[in-house]
């Protein structure tokens, strides 16, 4: 059952589970048995969590803010998410189907990062990266930001943003263990989901705490709603993105890096101040203007680093030894996206939740369903599951 629910959930079609039962195991196992078995375990893991969340809910405020008490807190507690995107048959032969809608829906999906990291007496990085400067990862960003639907970097800018402390100039904080999130709920849900997961995870009593995310609104609705003890930190490769792509429509070579060194000094102020300037001079973007446009460009920018100024004090993050980007929610999305996004891939509302869930498992550090299977097998023979002391 355990490889039968681990091909199913992490390889990138039951048909292809089916396959590997078959070549690596010896044993001949439908796509619809391994598709069966696969929606009950995740639907047996979505119900605790379920319960998980309903009893974080019922606690007083003092003891959420505490953390559990049966795991050691990080000195680090990062919390990332963002989202991805999947296909969803809500309305699949519905004749009131609306107009407008489709199939595609949004994952959210969040990593609850323990980290530990040097706290420094002044910036450790105050020079701006050369690489930085004309950097293919940044254009990279500034193109998908122009597109609609969710942002999934390819391999080759994950590798730019993911950037080692060294490429930024200072020692940036280790990962000591991540945990993972993902759901197709909706993000009021996801938020009580996701401050849950953290509560277990011990962050509420971390040494330092910090929140990382692009600019996306329902991003930074749950951290004010979950998270606002949290340092705020807008990705930086995100940031840079929006100043590269107004840069563009500048006839100065220099504006680019120029915005970029403010950026990384703190000073982005400096940066709005020369967008209204240039925006005053070539006009505000008509309603119907395209994405492309060079006034559409320059307002989303400024409007952008208007709206997340208070989030962009990376001098003070450096200085704390926390993370500028939010490169290992970007990769865990595609880990995820693997298994459930394809254009041929068609879920319902049901399974999906139960790969979702499973997926999360499996890439979670403390292994989760390891404990799973112990109740699961008590739940099937009668048999007590004892908690072992800590």
């Known amino acids: 059952m355990q490889k039968m629910v681990w091909a199913g959930s992490s390889l990138g079609s039951f048909a292809v589970a089916e396959e590997a039962m078959r070549e690596l195991c010896g044993l001949s196992i439908s796509a619809r048995r391994i598709r069966r078995l696969v929606k009950q ?7 605790e969590r379920a319960e998980a969340v309903e009893r974080f809910c019922q606690m007083d405020l003092p003891k959420q803010q505490a953390g559990s008490q049966a795991i050691a807190p990080p000195e680090i507690g990062v919390i990332s998410m963002d989202g991805g995107r999947y296909q969803r048959r809500d309305h699949f032969g519905d004749k009131d189907r609306p107009a407008e809608s489709n199939h595609w829906k949004e994952d959210k999906v969040a990593c609850l990062l323990s980290m530990r990291g040097q706290v420094h007496a002044n910036d450790p990085s105050p020079e701006f990266p050369e690489w930085l ?8 960003l500034a193109k998908i930001a122009e597109k609609a639907g969710g942002f999934e970097p390819s391999s080759s800018c994950q590798q730019h943003a993911a950037g080692t402390g060294e490429a930024f100039g200072y020692k940036s904080p280790e990962l000591v263990s991540r945990e993972v999130l993902a759901s197709g709920a909706d993000a009021e849900s996801f938020g009580w989901q996701l401050a849950a997961a953290a509560w277990q995870r011990g962050f509420p009593a971390a040494q330092r705490q910090v929140f ?3 600019g996306a609104h329902a991003n930074w609705t749950i951290h004010r709603k979950h998270f606002s003890h949290a340092v705020p930190i807008l990705d930086l490769m995100h940031a840079l ?3 590269y792509a107004a840069a563009e429509c500048v006839e100065e070579d220099a504006a680019y890096p120029r915005w970029a060194g403010w950026i990384w000094s703190g000073e982005v102020d400096r940066v709005i101040q020369e967008l209204r300037l240039l925006q005053e001079r070539i006009g505000q973007p008509p309603p119907d203007v395209g994405a492309s446009d060079p006034r559409r460009r320059v307002h989303r920018a400024m409007t952008y680093y208007e709206n997340h100024r208070a989030r962009m004090n990376y001098p003070e993050y450096r200085r704390l030894g926390l993370p500028l980007t939010s490169s290992h929610i970007e990769s865990t999305i595609k880990l995820i996206a693997t298994r459930v996004k394809g254009s041929e891939k068609f879920w319902s509302r049901s399974i999906s939740e139960a790969v979702l869930q ?3 498992d499996y890439l979670s550090s403390s292994r989760p369903l390891d404990t799973f299977w112990v109740r699961h097998q008590a739940r099937q023979t009668g048999v007590n599951a004892y908690h072992q002391a800590g």
């Not at 375990?41 to 119900?47: A, C, D, L, M, P």
């Not at 400067?133 to 990279?140: K, L």
């Open 41 to 47: 375990i995740g639907t047996e893991r979505v119900e």
């Open 358 to 360: 499973l997926r999360a």
């Open 241 to 243: 993105s929006y100043a």
């Open 133 to 140: 400067s004309n950097s293919s990862a940044v254009a990279e």
């Open 212 to 214: 990382v995310a692009d």
